[in-house]
C-alpha cells in the first residue's frame, strides 16, 4: 500500500491515507503499520518510521527526495 490508512484499503474502497501520524497515533489507534513494540522502539530512539509502496519502480528513489511520498510517523 502506498502508506498508513484507517482501514485496509483493499477490502474498503473509503479508506482514507494518512499524510503524517504520531508514534502515539499508531499505537492508540491499533493501526497495522508495523509491531508496537517495535514502533515503541522507534519512538524512544525518535527513529521516524516512512511507509511508501516500496516495490513500485523507483518508489525508494522518489520516497528520498519527495516529502510527500507515503506516510511518516514521527
Do not use: W
Not at 24 to 36: E, F, N, P, T
Not at 37 to 65: H, N, Q, W
Amino acid at each position: 500500500v502506498a502508506g498508513v490508512y484507517d482501514k485496509d484499503p483493499q477490502k474498503y474502497p473509503d479508506a482514507v491515507k494518512y499524510d503524517k501520524l504520531t508514534y502515539m497515533d499508531v499505537i492508540s489507534k491499533g493501526l497495522q503499520v508495523m509491531d508496537a513494540t517495535a514502533v515503541t522502539m522507534c519512538m524512544d530512539a525518535r527513529i521516524p518510521i516512512l511507509v511508501f509502496k516500496l516495490d513500485a519502480p523507483g518508489s525508494t528513489l522518489e520516497a528520498l527526495k519527495n516529502n510527500s511520498v507515503g506516510t511518516i510517523v514521527s
